[in-house]
């Protein structure tokens, strides 16, 4: 703003000694200066608007936030009270479904567990250090999952939750080729299932329950497949 003043000035004292085709030149120029200005202005007072509202919406976003922050630690109790009641109910059901698995395992295997004298008909380059517990909890996940797969075959697909539809069953298919009619689980699916002692006794327990009736142990295209035979 000095320096427009400055020029004008300046053109002003130029204009009292210089010809009238050079008064026309400065008058113009005056001009041109004088547009400037106003559009320098004009620019100016936009920027200020613009950073006004930019400060506006900065508020108003800050004071929604503050509201939400508000409305969200007031329901939080509640939602923290929905989520154990949630979870409390899963555990139950889980509890109820677990149970119902071992009372229907017991009664399926009820005079089928092995006794010490089971596993002590058992040779004992077969058996090794097996013990009776160990044998019977691999037989008891067997029946387990039996069971769980029968439950599953019964179930529409499209029901099926997906860890559900991931789980292995030999593409879908209850019967496989050579053991056309029977129960059957993989070798992947037992050791996935066993923990513990179970885990570390499978490969002994495995050609004990074969020795002794049990199972029948099949191989096919590189996969391991144990048939309920009780």
């Not at 950073?51 to 506006?56: G, T």
């Not at 800050?62 to 009270?81: I, S, Y």
């Not at 929905?82 to 399926?108: F, H, I, Y």
């Not at 044998?135 to 099926?160: G, H, M, P, Q």
Request: net charge positive; aromatic share 6%; charged share 25%.
């Amino acid at each position: 703003m000095k320096l427009f003043i400055r020029l004008t000035e300046i053109i002003s004292s130029l204009a009292c000694s210089s010809t009238s085709t050079e008064i026309d030149g400065l008058a113009e120029l005056l001009k041109k200066l004088t547009t400037l200005e106003a559009t320098i202005l004009a620019q100016r007072q936009e920027r200020e608007l613009l950073l006004d509202q930019q400060e506006k919406v900065k508020e108003s976003v800050k004071q929604l936030l503050e509201k939400r922050g508000v409305r969200f630690a007031a329901q939080q109790p509640e939602l923290n009270k929905l989520a154990a009641v949630s979870l409390v109910q899963e555990n139950k059901t889980n509890a109820l479904q677990q149970a119902t698995l071992n009372s229907e395992v017991a009664d399926r295997l009820d005079g089928f567990l092995l006794s010490e004298q089971d596993i002590a008909a058992i040779p004992t380059y077969i058996r090794q250090r097996l013990t009776v517990t160990e044998c019977n909890e691999v037989l008891t996940t067997i029946d387990k999952l039996l069971i769980e797969k029968a439950k599953l075959f019964k179930r529409s697909y499209i029901k099926l939750a997906i860890h559900e539809r991931l789980k292995p069953t030999n593409g879908g298919k209850w019967n496989a080729p050579n053991w056309k009619g029977q129960a059957y689980v993989t070798e992947k699916q037992l050791r996935a299932s066993l923990t513990g002692k179970g885990k570390l006794a499978l490969k002994t327990a495995i050609p004990s329950l074969r020795h002794l009736g049990r199972i029948k142990q099949l191989r096919e295209n590189g996969n391991e497949y144990y048939v309920k035979l009780w």
